[in-house]
């Protein structure tokens, strides 16, 4: 299979969250002609947006890889997996949306300190959740499926959920 990348869906509701902030900030500062306090600020929301539109899935073989920007942040054998899920849970994960898959990981752990370094589950955003699911199933079909397609409706706004 050929690698296929999909990029994170981003929220609506965490690019308010994140203006929300800091566009306030940026406006005293402004008013207060203080030059090297809007670079900073200018500089950590452009970072965070960054952040927010640069995380990317991956498909390669038999792997996921989970990349922010150019950095490979973790990777899982799709072997591994035993199911996905819908999750709205608002643990810190690589994700820009709250609307979530989580995806459950068999991993034997044989001491304590795997728990900290192998987690039994990822929270992820794909942008085509369905493709994504297809796709992981292509490769091991005994992932079960838990999650439910979503209609159109009041919470989705140009494809962006919030």
Not at 14 to 23: S, Y
Not at 64 to 93: C, H, P
Not at 97 to 122: A, E, G, M, Q
Not at 148 to 162: A, E, H, L, P, S
Request: hydrophobic fraction near 50%; aromatic fraction near 14%.
């Amino acid at each position: 299979m050929e690698k296929k990348v999909y990029r994170s869906r981003v929220s609506v509701l965490l690019i308010g969250f994140v203006l929300a902030i800091f566009v306030p900030i940026i406006i005293l500062i402004f008013q207060k002609i203080v030059i090297s306090a809007l670079v900073i600020v200018c500089g950590s929301l452009l970072f965070m947006l960054l952040i927010l539109f640069g995380i990317r899935y991956i498909i390669s073989g038999n792997i996921l890889y989970l990349k922010m920007w150019f950095i490979q942040t973790g990777s899982v054998k799709i072997d591994d997996i035993i199911s996905v899920e819908r999750s709205y849970n608002l643990l810190s994960a690589p994700a820009s949306s709250l609307k979530r898959l989580c995806i459950n990981i068999d991993v034997y752990h044989t001491n304590i300190w795997d728990y900290l370094r192998k987690p039994d589950f990822w929270l992820i955003s794909p942008v085509r959740e369905q493709e994504f699911i297809e796709d992981l199933i292509t490769i091991n079909p005994n992932i079960y499926d838990y999650t439910i397609y979503d209609k159109k409706g009041i919470w989705r706004i140009f494809d962006w959920d919030i």
